[in-house]
């Protein structure tokens, strides 16, 4: 081969190996580009309240392999084990069950679980509710541990450490927040602290002048006044009335107490011969208060009952329109019936 020949030769080498270097040189860029799009480009979530559930000792493997499995990912195993070592979190993402909104991208997710933020979810607890209407919103809760189911109230309170304790009156009312594989019995559990707690701070912050001698009696008187009214304005009113009530010997004469100790058989509507059957709870026919609470006081009715409004009124009664009219005498009270209970006003 002529000195011509050679160099055409090695001029072709070194043009093939220039595209070939650039050939790679490209693919590099372009597989760079894709891989740092591949963190940030959102997975398939359609819609609101998806979630994936990684079990315990699940594997980086089967971890891709499941989000691949549902629709969630269609990239290749490789980039999500190389975001996962150029995060440094390969070796530390934790088991649970892991929100997936609209929007989230693999790299939001693997931060989600190497940080362990779990999916939660909320279960209330409302102003006024009975045990059994907690038990009920509980049996009703996603994703939570049904322990309670086909305990008596007694068992309850045992398993969550408050033995020898009637339940109602005893769980704080709030939003409590749960993740998958809590139980009810961990819901109630917080909740009995959260009113325990609740119930010390204020009982120290009580009104000295207050003529209750122990904070049961407040939860007892609370839950009466929770389930009078609603209105902000008038807890301490009404609480006012009752205590006046107590001090001076008088029949409490409060409907829900009636109502609750009625249970099942009440249909809506109390009858003149509700109030003449005694029962523990008849506040019509026994002196003092009941011997529990009849629901679950939130805050401000146990901070009305610890710091009830000044005055002489001893009667109160509902107006219609969500408010109630107070009164000193029993002749004030029976006008106040007559025009706004059997609407004979004159």
Known sequence: MNRSGANLGRTSWRLLLLILLLVVAGTAMWFWRDFNRFGITPLRVSVTGESIDIGRGTSFKDIVHQLRAEGLSTSAPFYWRLLAERMHVAGRLHAGEYALIPGITPQQLLTNMAQGRVMQRDVTIVDGWTFHDIRQALAKADKLKHDAEGLDDAAIMQKIGAPDQKPEGQFLPETYAYVKGDSDLDVLRRAHDAMTKALATLWAQRDPQSSLTKPYDALILASIIEKETGRADERARVAGVFVRRLQKNMLL????????????????????????TDTPYNTYTRLGLPPTPIAMPGKPAIEAALHPAPGDELYFVAKGDGTHIFASTLEEQNKNVACYQLKHCQ
């Open 253 to 276: 004469q409060t409907d829900p107490t009636v109502i609750y100790g009625m249970g099942a058989s009440y249909a809506g509507t109390i009858h003149k011969s509700d109030l003449t």
